[in-house]
Structures are given as structure tokens and as C-alpha cells.
């Protein structure tokens, strides 16, 4: 398949910058190799979203690590999305849970992790970790072993 003919609606064209939340803007595109296993890793390390109760910013590199099934997301689309969290309010666990979930809705990915890594306020950084495996399959089984085992990343 011509990846050109797929549906894609943001990638080589003038992008609209969301100023809230908006899981709409994921565009995904057609894996053309399926039946592999292989990771795709996104970094993202200007993150911003708002505290829920004080509104200041909060920055983090959100780091994003699946495996693809039939449908991969597509970078144009999750910078978008990503920024739409700039004048959104929820604390660093719900962004992170949140981007996940949003993920494999548009994506089923066969796995898929999350990761925030948030610059420290008041002292304190917050680095929440969350994955998913699909129900049923081996994946399962691989992220209840991540996040058992999981570390951070160094």
C-alpha cells in the first residue's frame, strides 16, 4: 500500500495548534509489518500540562514505547496531541495515564508504556510509569512483568 494514500490529514500540511486537550488531532497509518515484533519509541522531553490546583506549569519528558499491531500513530498527529496538553489541568499521573489510554484507543497496540518524566517542584519529582498488554496474549503477561520489575530508566 502507498502510504501517500492513506488518510492522513496532518502530515505536510500548515499544523492548528490546540490550546486544550484534544485526543482527536491521532491520525494512525497502516503498519506494513505487522506480523513482526519490534518496538517504536517516541521522546517528547518539552511536555507541558497545568496542575489541576494551582495552575502553573509543569514540564516532563514524556517518553512513549509500544509495540504496533495493525495501526501505528502517526508523529505529526501525536506532537499535536501532546501539546494540546499545554493549558490542560491534571497531575502528572493522569497526563501520563491518560496518553496511554488514548493510545490504544486509536492505536490497539499489541503493548504499549508511558512514562513522565517530571522536572521537580517543591523538591520533588514524579515519575509515573504506565503500560498495557493486550487481554489474552502473551503482551499480557509481558506487562505485568515490566511493571513489576519496572526501574527507571537511567
Known amino acids: 500500500m502507498n502510504r501517500k494514500k492513506e488518510d492522513l490529514k ?3 500540511h500548515d499544523a492548528s495548534y490546540s490550546t486544550d486537550y484534544d485526543p482527536s488531532v491521532l491520525e494512525t497509518f497502516e503498519n506494513m509489518h505487522s506480523d513482526n515484533d519490534y518496538w ?8 507541558t500540562s497545568l496542575c489541576p490546583v494551582t495552575g502553573q506549569p509543569d514540564f516532563a519528558e514524556i517518553k512513549i514505547m509500544y509495540l504496533p499491531d495493525k495501526r501505528m500513530v502517526e508523529s505529526k498527529s501525536l506532537k499535536l496531541y ?3 496538553f499545554r493549558n490542560h489541568g491534571d497531575f502528572h499521573e493522569d497526563c501520563v495515564n491518560i496518553i496511554m489510554k488514548d493510545l490504544i484507543k486509536v492505536m490497539n497496540p499489541k503493548y504499549i508504556e508511558v512514562i513522565g518524566l517530571f522536572v521537580p ?4 519529582s ?9 487481554p489474552g496474549t502473551k503482551y499480557e ?3 505485568e512483568q515490566r511493571l513489576l520489575n519496572y526501574r527507571l530508566p537511567v
Open 10 to 12: 496532518l502530515l505536510g
Open 40 to 47: 517504536v519509541q517516541f521522546n517528547c522531553p518539552e511536555f
Open 82 to 84: 501532546l501539546f494540546s
Open 121 to 124: 517542584r517543591g523538591g520533588i
Open 126 to 134: 514524579i515519575y509515573p510509569y504506565a503500560n498495557y498488554g493486550r
Open 141 to 143: 503477561q509481558m506487562a
